[in-house]
Each structure stands twice: as structure tokens, then as C-alpha cells.
């Protein structure tokens, strides 16, 4: 699938939260449910390090990142003896710490054309890694459950029909569009704005406490509509149902005043520091080559978020059962 480009798309997901994020050296940093803190200040004394075996990687708070970080540092400290290092560091500020070689590397990144034209064209001190192998898309869902018993609810001309029933407190009379912390980026509030819905974003707080919400509601079987991505492991818990918005065009997200269309479906990517890239040796190589499939993050991430195991645990876990795939990206002796 070819890439699309759109103004900044943070996983909006993404500042998030759930699980807690990596911390140094293959410990992990917990997250408290709120936004990640731009930590780009706090960069690891390892990054950029000259002449030694060490790895800075740099973590979002959502759960399928923290799971590409876990699988990566559990195999450059095992399999090629590398000491890891970890930073939590909000998406956009992310780039300015890669480009400076304060972290060697981004592993999920959903398409911030802006940071890619000044860093990789134009100033190249950061080079691309290849794709990550996930499609994230991000959109508006509603409970599987009420789509079944209301299947026109899945286009959003009608949405207007079931306001009154995806009413709450906090939505001022009108229907609440659930999303996760107000420091997301997202399209959301134009979007309702500019296709004249009776709905008010409706902020959870976090990452967490979104899933928290949505699992509330679905274990009542009461209706809901939420801003929510894929990949991501609550659709085994709670099956969803995306609502049709208007077909997502080249450029249409351009004004973030006039979004009218859909969230497009982005190919993942992988950005190294190009100093890193050049001379990293087994660790730049096995990053370049670490892809896999959304059904492999979701399952790292489903144990991260639901079993409760540590990221550093679900990834040996996940490492045991899956030699044959990541044996391909270890570097070619």
C-alpha cells in the first residue's frame, strides 16, 4: 500500500498511555494515564555513544510502541549483547532528539511529513528504517453490539439520528464523541464542526482511561461512539465497528480547520539518526530489519495491557514462541 501523508498524525493515539512506557536499560518507565511529558531533555547519557555497545531507543506511551521497543530491546540485549536505554519523549519533540542524537532511533512513527521534509530531505541527519510492517488507521467506532442492532449508526449521515442516545453529562445534551487526551492530535473536533453534527468531544484524559470508559459501557451494552485506532489489542475485548465518514482523499487533511473526510490508513515506519544508521553496526542493521505484523504487535501488546505482564516478560514470551521471525533480522554474520 502506498504511504499517505498527512499533516501530523500522532497516533493521536497518541501521546498515549496504557501499560507503561520503557525506561532505561530494559526496565520500564510506568505511565501514569495522563499525556506523556516531553522528556526530550532527558535523553539517555548512551545515545550517540561512540565506540560502544549501547542503544538509545525512543518510546510513545501507547501500547503497541511499547511493544515494538520490548521485542527490540529484549533481542539487542540478548541475542547481540547490546546495553539498551529508553526514552519516553512525546511524538513531534521525538525528532528533534533524533536528529540530535539524543536517541537513535523512532520504531513507530504514523506520518509527520513536516519533521521528515527538514530532517531526512533537507537537513539528512535522519534516515528512514523501513517500514515496521503495521497499517495504522485511526477512526470513529461504535460497539459492535449497537451496530448490529443499528446498522445504519455505521454512516455518519445518520449519525444525528442516535445523539440523544449517545448523549451523557459530560456532552452538554448533545452526543459524546469519546476521545483520549486532549494533547492527541486530531481531527476530530473539525470533523464534527464541519459536517454539522450534534456531538462535543468528550475528552477521557488518557489513553487508559478511554479503554477504561469503553469497557465500562460495554459491559452495561450501552451505546458509544470513540474516537479509537488500529492496531490495537481492545478490539479482542471489545469488537468495534468503524462509522463510514467521508472517503479520505490526497490533501483533504491539509487545513486542520476544514477537515471534512476520513482518517487515512498509514503504513508505520521506522526513523534512525543517520550517524547511528552509518555506524551502528548489528544494532542499526537488526532495526532496520525488525517488521511485523499487526496480529504480532496486538499479541506483545494484549500481554503487555491485559495480562499485566512486564513489557520486558510478554517480549521473552513473545521471543520463545517466535525464533523463526525475528532469527530474519538478526545482522548477517
Known amino acids: 500500500m502506498a504511504r499517505t501523508r498527512t499533516r501530523t498524525r500522532a497516533r493521536r493515539r497518541p501521546r498515549m498511555y496504557a501499560a507503561g512506557a520503557l525506561a532505561s536499560a530494559g526496565a520500564l518507565l510506568a505511565v501514569t494515564g495522563c499525556g506523556a511529558a516531553d522528556m526530550t531533555k532527558q535523553a539517555s547519557p548512551y545515545a550517540n555513544a561512540q565506540g560502544s555497545k549501547t542503544v538509545t531507543l525512543s518510546v510513545q ?6 511493544a515494538n521497543v520490548a521485542v527490540a530491546t529484549y533481542l539487542l540485549e540478548h541475542e547481540l549483547g547490546y546495553r539498551v536505554d529508553t526514552v ?31 530532517y531526512v530531505d533537507d537537513k539528512k541527519t535522519i534516515t528512514s528504517g523501513g517500514e515496521l510492517g503495521v ?11 449497537f451496530a448490529k442492532q443499528h446498522p445504519d449508526v455505521t454512516d455518519w449521515r445518520n449519525l444525528d439520528t442516535y445523539a440523544d442516545q449517545l448523549r451523557t453529562p459530560e456532552s452538554g445534551g448533545k452526543g459524546q ?20 453534527l450534534d456531538y462535543q468531544v ?19 451494552k450501552k451505546p458509544f461512539l470513540s ?42 515506519r521506522k526513523f534512525l539518526n543517520a550517524d547511528f544508521e552509518k555506524k551502528g553496526g548489528g544494532a542499526a542493521e537488526l ?3 525488525f517488521a511485523w505484523t499487526t496480529g504480532q504487535q496486538n499479541e506483545v501488546a494484549l500481554m503487555i495491557a491485559d495480562q499485566k505482564l512486564s513489557p520486558e516478560a510478554a517480549a521473552a514470551k513473545w521471543a520463545a514462541a517466535n525464533k523463526a521471525t525475528w532469527e530474519k533480522w538478526l545482522p548477517k554474520k
Not at 497499517?135 to 453490539?145: A, D, K, L, N, S
Not at 487508559?208 to 459491559?219: D, E, G, L, S
Not at 469488537?239 to 503504513?267: F, R, S, W
Open 135 to 145: 497499517t495504522g488507521h485511526i477512526g470513529w467506532f461504535v460497539p459492535t453490539y
Open 287 to 289: 532495526l532496520k530489519n
Open 177 to 196: 464523541l469519546l476521545d483520549g487526551s486532549p494533547s492527541y492530535v486530531t481531527n476530530d473536533k473539525a470533523l464534527v464542526d464541519n459536517l454539522g
Open 202 to 220: 468528550v475528552f477521557a484524559g488518557s489513553e487508559a482511561a478511554q479503554i477504561t470508559q469503553i469497557k465500562q459501557f460495554a459491559k452495561e
Open 88 to 118: 519516553q519523549i512525546d511524538e513531534v519533540p521525538a525528532w528533534d532528539a533524533l536528529s540530535q542524537g539524543r536517541v537513535d532511533a523512532i520504531l513507530e512513527d504514523w506520518g509527520h511529513p513536516d519533521q521528515e521534509k527538514r
Open 227 to 268: 474516537y479509537w485506532y488500529k492496531p490495537q489489542w481492545l478490539f479482542q475485548k471489545v469488537p468495534m465497528t468503524e462509522v463510514e465518514l467521508p472517503a479520505y482523499k490526497e490533501g483533504c487533511d491539509a487545513d486542520p480547520k476544514k477537515v471534512a473526510c476520513a482518517y487515512p490508513h498509514t503504513p508505520l
Open 61 to 66: 506511551s501507547w501500547v503497541g510502541a511499547q
